[in-house]
């Protein structure tokens, strides 16, 4: 008896391990398969773009494309067709339809003769009520002529009521402008615990890990082939110097060619790269576990 226990027990224990396994599987997976993306874009005569991202190992996609009629996009998952943003949904009809005999016959004609029987009894309603006022109208006339008659205490009343000063109403603070006060008072007080002598590497901390995490978003490849000119000569060799500072980074990959004589801006670009989720929650946790920024966080709240 006691061994059949032991062995349901065990047959338990080895599921539970087994779907701790699968989910720290599955975490792994979601954490560390990179999200890739590509995409390539031109302007000649007009602007056309497109691009694909995948995400674990192209089980999921969403293709993109931009031309003259707007942004069209797709969603895949496996081989189906998920989501496709050109897909007409079915309209409706507006008109209620009727069968006879096999026959569709829309019910319009009923609904009009409907509305006029109505207009003519409205119209009935109001030629009775007209000639109520007329009979009314002498008893009204003898009313009018008894006028009332006011005493000087009571138009006194009414003066020292116009003469009193009005209570200007005080305004009240709403939630949406206490919670804009609050933010900005945090901020500011965020800025001077930054300043101060006891938080001074802390700035530089945070900053570092920002931009780790910036350039792994950042393309991997980048290929160009970019013709630009402007109006003025100087400026375009202005703007050819500041992009040729960048040109140990980019190398032959990019292609720049200046047009002295006129204004135009063609060409194409194509860029590669990757996105790892790992990597982002790696260096966001770095910041939020450092007890240096905890401690500001604290001050500020």
């Given at each position: 008896?006691?061994?059949?226990?032991?062995?349901?027990?065990?047959?338990?224990?080895?599921?539970?391990?087994?779907?701790?396994?699968?989910?720290?599987?599955?975490?792994?997976?979601?954490?560390?398969?990179?999200?890739?993306?590509?995409?390539?874009?031109?302007?000649?005569?007009?602007?056309?773009?497109?691009?694909?991202?995948?995400?674990?190992?192209?089980?999921?996609?969403?293709?993109?494309?931009?031309?003259?009629?707007?942004?069209?996009?797709?969603?895949?998952?496996?081989?189906?067709?998920?989501?496709?943003?050109?897909?007409?949904?079915?309209?409706?009809?507006?008109?209620?339809?009727?069968?006879?005999?096999?026959?569709?016959?829309?019910?319009k004609n009923v609904v009009v003769d409907e509305k006029t029987e109505v207009k003519k009894k409205e119209v009935k309603e109001i030629e009775v009520k007209e000639i109520k006022i007329e009979e009314n109208k002498p008893k009204t006339e003898e009313s009018n002529s008894k006028e009332p008659q006011i005493s000087v205490k009571e138009i006194q009343t009414e003066e020292s009521k116009q003469t009193k000063t009005p209570k200007v109403k005080k305004h009240k603070k709403t939630k949406d402008e206490k919670s804009e006060t609050s933010t900005w008072e945090q901020i500011k007080s965020g800025i001077e615990l930054l300043r101060s002598d006891k938080h001074k590497g802390v700035l530089k901390f945070v900053l570092g890990k920002v931009h780790k995490m910036?350039?792994?978003?950042?393309?991997?490849?980048?290929?160009?082939?970019?013709?630009?000119?402007?109006?003025?000569?100087?400026?375009?060799?202005?703007?050819?110097?500041?992009?040729?500072?960048?040109?140990?980074?980019?190398?032959?990959?990019?292609?720049?060619?200046?047009?002295?004589e006129e204004v135009m801006f063609e060409g194409d670009i194509k860029i590669r790269g990757k996105i790892v989720i790992g990597v982002l929650v790696y260096y966001g946790l770095r910041v939020i576990i450092d007890k240096r920024v905890r401690s500001i966080i604290k001050a500020v709240r």
């Open positions: 008896m006691l061994g059949i226990v032991f062995i349901i027990l065990k047959s338990i224990l080895l599921a539970l391990l087994g779907l701790v396994l699968l989910l720290l599987l599955l975490l792994n997976i979601i954490l560390w398969v990179p999200i890739r993306y590509q995409a390539y874009g031109s302007k000649y005569d007009a602007i056309l773009a497109y691009g694909q991202v995948d995400y674990l190992f192209g089980l999921i996609r969403v293709r993109f494309r931009y031309d003259g009629d707007g942004v069209h996009y797709t969603v895949h998952i496996l081989w189906f067709k998920v989501h496709d943003s050109k897909a007409i949904p079915k309209k409706k009809s507006k008109h209620p339809k009727k069968q006879t005999d096999g026959k569709m016959t829309y019910v910036v350039k792994s978003i950042l393309p991997r490849r980048i290929e160009a082939d970019i013709i630009f000119g402007f109006a003025d000569p100087a400026t375009t060799g202005l703007v050819l110097g500041g992009v040729s500072m960048f040109y140990p980074y980019y190398g032959n990959a990019v292609i720049i060619i200046p047009n002295f």
